[in-house]
């Protein structure tokens, strides 16, 4: 009697639970912030992954270990909201807010939390279980006992020399943060340290590693913020070596408008995106100003429409219908002059409350839909700041439902005209992907949601 072959292995992926794949690495991450020998614990974390989440319980269990420690962020932004996120997580806390002697160095909502003490100086929050302030004020604190612990926040957009200034003030640290994000900012050209092992402009995270290579190193692997139609291609296209999935489905998630559309350009792209998760509105090629007062005024439009049509989003945080509010919609561009045009449209068409900003404003920050004025739209060449990765990364990965791009035809001939020709420097990891490769990666998904503004 011949035995029957047993039947081949299956070849359907096995089941992905992103609560639990998540918890894994969170708990690894812990395992070491806590238990390990290292010095310093790097995590990367792609968009929406929870970076803040992972922070807040951090400081957490350290605190609760018994060991006091100090949070380090960039901007008073970031401080601010991490108070807040650790008053809520746990009320009686006691925290340290580390301010600036300004007129008005903090959000006054913390004078409401009585687990939150505020000063000015260093010495008046000892004995706290955790401090926070910004990279900048701790460089200026002095003659203090170092804390056995520290938590940097957002360490890719943190300067080495930042890094530098601070490092005598603690023994451990935890570096949280996005390298798919922009570079840490400098008013000064950086060129004359380019490969260098103290090139003060590069980031905390790069230069960290440079000098200690065998510190562990983690990645949350799950974005709660990026739909499942924005993470293949934000994933792909800037995290080629750190790949990540989205935390929800594509039936977790719908946009849905109670005013049908009116044929126009704003309308067809809207439903597009609303179906899609993306949308390119596209207007004819012409090399314009900086300001374009034609697509300043098609982004006007696009959200002028977003809110006359009466959007509602449902999700995995509400399964009923949540109306698509002003506040819930972010316009992103590369420039403030931009910026401030759109803001000038939109006032013309009396539309207030919704954000518009730089990528660099719109860092950490989350939206129900955004729409993004090209960097590269109806420009004659493509220089190195408006084919940065970061730009391009930040711009694309604020949205929860949605993100509309508006810009002139020719982007693709563009990049073509004007490949990468970046310097190569000895010492310098190159980037990868670079700002080149990105654009056309992205491009070649927008092109499949492509709108012309004028239907021909």
Aim: charged share 20%; proline share 9%; glycine share 8%.
């Amino acid at each position: 009697m011949t035995t029957p072959a047993p039947p081949p292995p299956s070849s359907a992926p096995p089941s992905f639970d992103p609560g639990a794949e998540a918890g894994r690495a969170t708990d690894a991450i812990l395992h070491d912030t806590l238990h390990g020998t290292h010095r310093g614990v790097v995590v990367d974390s792609p968009p929406g992954a929870g970076k803040s989440t992972l922070v807040v319980r951090a400081a957490r269990e350290l605190a609760a270990a018994g060991r006091p420690l100090m949070v380090v962020a960039q901007t008073n932004a970031q401080v601010d909201d991490l108070v807040l996120r650790l008053a809520e997580k746990d009320p009686e806390l006691p925290v340290g807010r580390l301010h600036s002697s300004d007129a008005d160095p903090y959000d006054k909502a913390l004078d409401a939390l009585p687990n939150v003490r505020k000063s000015a100086k260093a010495a008046d929050l000892a004995g706290l279980d955790v401090v926070v302030s910004t990279a900048a004020k701790w460089g200026h604190v002095k003659d203090v006992e170092p804390w056995g612990h520290a938590i940097v926040d957002e360490a890719y957009q943190m300067r080495s020399d930042a890094l530098l200034a601070v490092a005598g003030l603690f023994e451990r640290a935890l570096f949280v943060g996005d390298p798919g994000q922009l570079d840490p900012f400098a008013i000064a050209e950086a060129d004359q340290w380019a490969g260098l092992a103290y090139d003060p402009s590069a980031s905390a995270v790069t230069t960290l590693l440079a000098h200690n290579p065998t510190l562990p190193q983690h990645r949350l692997p799950v974005s709660w913020r990026l739909p499942a139609s924005a993470a293949p291609l934000v994933s792909d296209a800037f995290y080629p070596y750190t790949p990540f999935r989205s935390g929800t489905g594509h039936e977790d998630r719908s946009l849905r408008f109670a005013v049908p559309s009116d044929g126009s350009g704003p309308d067809r792209v809207i439903d597009e995106a609303a179906v899609s998760g993306w949308g390119l509105l596209e207007l004819p090629a012409r090399h314009t100003p900086r300001t374009d007062p034609e697509t300043v005024r098609a982004v006007a439009h696009v959200v002028r429409r977003l809110l006359d049509r009466g959007g509602a989003a449902t999700s995995e945080r509400s399964p009923e219908p949540v109306p698509l509010t002003a506040d819930r919609i972010a316009v992103g561009t590369a420039h403030r002059d931009q910026a401030a045009a759109v803001r000038g449209a939109l006032a013309a068409l009396g539309v207030v409350d919704v954000t518009v900003d730089t990528a660099n404003r719109l860092q950490g920050r989350e939206y129900d839909v955004t729409v993004v004025l090209h960097p590269l739209s109806g420009r004659p060449d493509a220089t190195a700041f408006h084919l940065e990765t970061g730009r391009l990364c930040v711009l694309a990965s604020r949205h929860r439902h949605a993100c509309i791009v508006v810009c002139r035809a020719g982007v693709e001939s563009l990049l073509d005209d004007h490949p990468s020709t970046d310097p190569v420097r000895l010492g310098v990891t190159v980037k990868f992907p670079d700002g080149w490769e990105a654009n056309h990666a992205v491009f070649a998904r927008l092109r499949e949601h492509r709108v012309p503004l004028v239907a021909p």
